[in-house]
């Protein structure tokens, strides 16, 4: 080389040099498709970058690892993979561990795009989908098929908030050779230990608690054991979804705040939720921490605290226009999906068609923020007192 570059290459090869020794308390955002071998010899396109070392960003950068390691220790798993988001971190998991031919169980009261991609693509790939009551319990055996493979669980339900006996049906579940996956999402991955519990795979929309902030899309798939993460590892490596290492710094910094957010969205949930209780338009409050909740009991036995999304399910007679106008009607409560940020929000649903509880058009789902709880109370009165107009 001559020993001077043109100005041209200095752009892409310089020699200048920042000062070193920067300490600080946040992890770097490493951003990075290439990386860079030694040599020709060194050069491998492993995706186990435990095992081969970093070789390629789609299997994450030092700030996505980081992340995927915080949340693996969180959930005391053996490793984690992170995904563009909850639902993608599904997906893998199904993409993962079913094959034409074998049978998938998932409760009714799973996360909807859950459902949807089981029905309309699990199902075009020549996998059986089988849906089951959320409560069945060890009940879970007379729903297993020769050719069942994979058990969903989600507790709490979906909007309808069933808390399951996630234990028991995992003991049924692995004398029948049937893996247990549990979207751990309302948990935050840390008011209910999952492995603890017998489950072999757990995954969370980290784009919820913690994250915590509405910005950013992220998911992880947690699995307890060597096998699992090489089968789980491989087939993310020819789909190929990579994740944002801004979005996974924002993620390490959200999580950060994961303890005082929860506590204080939990007291302020819990508080809201009895006041509810109370008020004569509410026919049955669903929140795994009152007796009213299907499942109360389980979540009573097995789990260390709630988080801050429950329904509402107003008394027969309000019409769907009622419910929905009372929704409209809040001002601090936004409308909206996606939960777990710092701003409260409101839903209204409608389940006529699916086989759930008889809640009809009368269900809310609400999410609780970190707003003032006599604010939110303020809220919540008048658009019940409009609905009297
Ligand atoms: C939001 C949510 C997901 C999906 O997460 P995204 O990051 O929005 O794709 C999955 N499961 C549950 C229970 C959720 O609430």
Redesign the pocket.
């Known amino acids: 080389m001559k020993a001077s570059k043109d100005w041209k290459t200095k752009l892409i090869h310089s020699d200048a040099k920042a000062p070193e020794g920067f300490a600080s308390l946040a992890t770097p955002v490493y951003r990075g498709s290439t990386v860079l071998f030694k040599t020709v010899n060194a050069a491998n396109e492993e995706w186990d970058q435990y095992e081969a070392g970093y070789t390629y960003g789609v299997y994450g950068t030092p700030t996505a690892l980081e992340l995927a390691v915080r949340i693996c220790e969180l959930e005391g798993g053996y490793r984690t993979i992170l995904a563009p988001?909850?639902?993608?971190?599904?997906s893998l998991v199904n993409l993962s561990f079913l094959k034409a031919g074998d049978h998938v169980l998932i409760p009714e009261s799973i996360?909807g795009?859950?459902r949807k991609f089981a029905n309309n693509v699990l199902r075009r790939f020549g996998v059986e989908v089988s849906y089951y009551p959320p409560n069945v319990g060890t009940g879970i055996a007379s729903h297993f098929r020769a050719n069942t493979r994979l058990l969903w669980c989600?507790s709490p339900g979906?909007i309808t908030m069933e808390v399951q006996d996630v234990p028991a049906m995992a003991e049924v579940a692995h004398k029948a050779g049937v893996l247990v996956v549990l979207?751990n999402?309302?948990a935050a991955g840390v008011l209910f230990d999952a492995f603890a519990h017998g489950v072999d795979i757990t995954?969370?929309?980290?784009?919820?608690y913690i994250g915590g902030h509405s910005d950013l899309?992220?998911?992880s798939i947690t699995v307890k054991n060597p096998d699992l993460y090489q089968k789980l590892g491989a087939t993310n490596q020819l789909i190929g979804c990579a994740v944002s290492p801004d979005d996974c710094s924002l993620a390490l910094r959200g999580m950060k705040t994961l303890a005082v957010r929860l506590a204080a969205i939990e007291k302020s949930a819990f508080a809201l939720a009895q006041w509810l209780a109370t008020r004569t338009e509410i026919e049955i409050v669903l929140h795994p921490a009152l007796p009213s909740c299907p499942g109360h009991g389980c979540w009573k036995r097995d789990f260390t605290g709630s988080s801050g999304?429950f329904s509402i399910v107003f008394r027969r007679g309000y019409s769907k226009q009622q419910v929905t106008a009372f929704v409209d009607n809040l001002e601090l409560f936004k409308i909206g999906?996606?939960?777990?940020g710092v701003t409260s929000l409101a839903m209204a649903y409608d389940f006529v068609s699916d086989k759930r509880p008889d809640y009809g058009s009368r269900i809310v789902r609400l999410n609780i923020g970190l707003e003032s709880l006599e604010d939110l109370k303020i809220d919540l009165t008048q658009a019940f007192e409009r609905l009297r107009d």
Request: aromatic fraction near 14%.
């Open positions: 988001g909850g639902q993608a971190a599904i996360y795009p859950n989600e979906s979207d999402t309302w995954l969370q929309a980290l784009t919820k899309l992220l998911g999304v999906y996606s939960w777990a």
